[in-house]
């Protein structure tokens, strides 16, 4: 036992002196109060009295300064304040991370508990734990690091953290995380990171040298603490859908299914509009495959749609976050389109298929319109300047040299084909071009970020990209030099480049992906908006050149509220990695093979002090008990 507040000599001063003046105050003879009384036998009865109680009085005065001396002593010694000799040496710095990802839903455990409350259960004992010099924080990780408690030593602290834990649909950001756990301790003694985690980390973009050198340069110890064991999950590790150019009624969705194990799998997957069932399929999915399905001719969905996936083969599918995926369909608006041609009647007839299109014509020379236009089609010509709003150029053959062009043209080849098409990207939905013949075109540079969605082995036929922020597609040859405008193929290729233009200028996406910063596009001039998530928690998040920023933490149907309007729109899952729930046998992080969790010492609470302050009270307690019992008196 030593003293870490008074010396032992500071504390017996303290004692002594004031434990002198107790015994004075004692020996103090008490002055009797005068009473008068009406009777002179009462006298007599109290003088017999006298002489048979005197030793019993004096008695009942020393057990009275035996309690106070006790008094004394016990505040003297609190005041040392004493401690164990192993309670004074210097605990474990903990920093106690707990996985709250996606993986970390996953019921694996036994009785059905998550792996998320397994990660509870194990940081209660790690508190039980502690020594009486360990202090401990406790942060939360996801797609950052939050700290839920300071360092500290006190249990009560620390269990309101466990608390205040909770689950979310995103990945683990195990950069954030040791971040955190290095610069609070820094310099600290006996300093460890412990992670609860099923150890499916994103290390993706983990700069592991640079953290590699810091946990060794600061002699921090790594450990983890693996939980769950199965791998049986089956997700939906994509979502997404967009209306038909020709008839936006009716819509096509893609919803992708992810089995990670390597085992097949059967599964029934249903699809919901609105609310309402819509279609059910029953599909295989073999280990490891990524398996596309398209539902297609959706009707009578104005708003939302959801897909779920249930097990059909009677297996357990342990991760319930990835069976359920949302999408929000684009609004159906009108789109202005400004046509800039001498005449072209395959153009004309193709634009007059959409009644969602408001199309104005004019020839070059009255370039440019004044109004405010989504999409400007130049037929066969080119302005002298990059235009202000998205573009499609057919044709894009510069009048003169030098004039500006958004392709720098080298040359012609003959009778192109399309041999190479990216059949995923959205310009080139529901089209085939396979057997289209095309006279010539247009040899063309691509410059940086241009991207050819079809073309020759020689060159592209059609480009995508952005000049001045401004998208444009250009067709480098003349439709009207080619069979195209004979197909189906040609008022589709029109109609969806209008619409990824509309798409791209309102910032329409159908769904975002957790984790990830959010702009939802705002309409009007607002200056900060109110997010409500899918369980019903509101958020006043500021709007930013016409887009709400937020980061979304959670998967479901979001409420995007700005003034007196309402919007909907969805938030999922990333592309599947979530799913992988299959734990490694080892965790290595910034170069660190995590080893197992130390364990405190034992020993009694450090601050004895508070027993002494206790103690001293329960005397004052019995002495006014006794007091009022007239037995110290």
């Known amino acids: 036992m030593i003293f870490t507040g008074l010396t032992f000599t500071q504390v017996l001063t303290v004692l002594g002196a004031v434990g002198a003046g107790v015994v004075v105050l004692y020996l103090l003879k008490l002055r009797r109060r005068r009473i008068e009384v009406p009777f002179v036998k009462l006298w007599e009865e109290i003088l017999a009295e006298k002489q048979t109680t005197r030793l019993f009085s004096q008695l009942k005065r020393w057990l009275s300064l035996l309690i106070a001396l006790l008094i004394v002593a016990a505040l003297a010694f609190a005041l040392g304040d004493p401690r164990s000799e192993g309670a004074t040496r210097e605990g474990r710095s903990l920093v106690v991370l707990v996985d709250a990802s996606a993986s970390m839903q996953a019921t694996d455990l036994p009785d059905g508990q998550s792996r998320f409350d397994g990660a509870r259960d194990a940081l209660r004992e790690l508190i039980a734990g502690m020594g009486p010099a360990d202090r401990m924080l406790v942060a939360q990780l996801d797609a950052s690091a939050t700290p839920l408690s300071p360092l500290t030593g006190d ?9 205040a834990l909770e689950p979310l649909d995103v990945a683990a950001n195990p950069r954030a995380g040791l971040r955190l756990a290095l610069d609070v301790l820094r310099d600290q003694p006996e300093a460890e990171v412990i992670l609860l985690s099923d150890g499916i980390l994103d290390q993706d973009r983990f700069d592991t040298a640079a953290f590699a050198d810091r946990l060794a340069a600061s002699a921090i110890a790594f450990s983890w603490e693996k939980l769950g064991e199965a791998e049986s999950n089956v997700g939906i590790g994509a979502f997404s859908v967009r209306r038909y150019p020709l008839d936006k009624s009716q819509s096509e969705v893609l919803v992708e299914l992810y089995n990670p194990t390597d085992e097949e799998r059967s599964v029934e997957l249903e699809l919901l509009g609105d609310g309402e069932s819509v279609d059910v399929q029953r599909l295989t999915v073999h280990g490891g495959e990524r398996l596309r399905r398209f539902f297609r001719n959706v009707s009578g969905v104005d ?52 009644e969602y299109l408001e199309v104005e014509e004019a020839s070059p020379a009255d370039y440019p ?28 053959r510069p009048a003169s040299d030098g004039a500006w062009t958004p392709l720098t043209v080298q040359g012609e080849m003959d009778a192109p084909y399309f041999d190479r098409i ?11 071009l396979g057997d289209v013949n095309v006279a010539t075109a247009l040899e063309v540079d691509l410059e940086p970020g241009d991207r050819a969605v079809a073309g ?77 998530d899918p369980e019903g928690h509101e958020r006043e998040v500021p ?72 103690l001293a009270l329960g005397i004052v307690a019995v002495e006014w008990f006794t007091y009022h019992r007239r037995l110290t008196v």
């Open 155 to 163: 249990p009560r602290v620390l269990e309101d953290a466990v608390e």
């Open 303 to 354: 708003q939302a749609l959801e897909a779920r996936l249930r097990p059909a083969d009677g297996k357990p599918d342990h991760l319930p976050a990835d069976d359920r995926a949302w999408a929000r369909l684009p609004q159906r608006r009108r789109a202005r389109v400004v046509v800039y041609s001498a005449g072209n009647l395959y153009l004309q007839a193709a634009l007059l298929l959409d």
């Open 369 to 396: 319109l004044a109004g405010d236009y989504d999409v400007a089609i130049f037929d066969s010509w080119v302005p002298p300047s990059p235009p202000s709003t998205p573009a499609l150029y057919l044709y894009p």
């Open 422 to 432: 990216e059949r995923r990207h959205p310009l080139m939905q529901w089209t085939a």
């Open 456 to 532: 020759d082995t020689r060159g592209p036929l059609i480009v995508v990209g952005d000049r001045q922020d401004q998208p444009f597609v250009a067709f480098t040859f003349d439709v009207r030099q080619s069979d195209l405008p004979l197909r189906v193929a040609w008022p589709l290729l029109l109609l969806n480049t209008i619409d990824l233009f509309v798409q791209e200028r309102d910032g329409f996406v159908s769904s975002y992906e957790t984790g990830q910063t959010w702009y939802v596009p705002v309409a009007g001039g607002a200056r900060e908006a109110t997010i409500v």
């Open 543 to 614: 709007v930013v050149e016409g887009r709400a920023v937020y980061a979304g933490q959670r998967a479901g149907m979001y409420t995007l509220r700005v003034g007196d309007t309402e919007d909907t729109f969805a938030a999922n899952l990333g592309p599947g990695a979530e799913s992988i729930i299959d734990p490694p046998d080892t965790l290595t992080l910034a170069g660190a093979e995590a080893g197992e969790p130390s364990e405190g010492e034992p020993g009694v609470r450090r601050e004895i002090w508070i027993y002494l302050v206790l």
